[in-house]
């Protein structure tokens, strides 16, 4: 808005990946996360997260000092049940994200950032996946990373 006319600007969007980013499976559950994906029992799978709270804090911030959106994105799985539960811990967890998507690659996320202009930035903890998004993937280490 400026000088009293509307606008229909986006604002700018970030995408965070779920997996190494914003949570991650212990060693030790990701038999059973896969166990309890297979048999469709998607609050026991979302149950099993670890959640990264430096990761958290920094959207939090970002959100508060520069009105930016955030997405999150996911590989672990399509089903609309794992989206489900994953946006109401998401909810639970009081995490500023607008919207959840899933993926079945990086690279369908990447074929998808030409048609949105919005998105800035990837955020992804895997550095060999940080290419495949081009100019907008970013590799961030999950206890250290600022999105400015």
Known sequence: MQGGDLSNEL?????????GLVATVPASAVRRQRL???LHRWE???????????????MWNTVWRLGVR??????TST????????RDRLDQENVPVSTVHAYSSP???ALKLA??????????AAPERALVYGN?????????????
């Open 11 to 19: 604002p700018p969007r970030f995408v965070f990946v779920l997996e």
């Open 36 to 38: 309890h994906l297979r």
């Open 44 to 58: 026991k799978a979302v149950d099993l997260l670890e959640w990264n709270t430096y990761a958290l804090s920094t």
């Open 70 to 75: 955030f997405d999150v994105a996911t590989y």
């Open 79 to 86: 089903e609309q049940g794992w989206l489900e539960a994953l």
């Open 107 to 109: 690279q369908e996320l």
């Open 115 to 124: 048609y949105l202009p919005d998105v800035r930035a990837v955020f992804d």
């Open 136 to 148: 907008r993937g970013r590799t961030a280490v999950p206890d250290s990373f600022s999105v400015i």
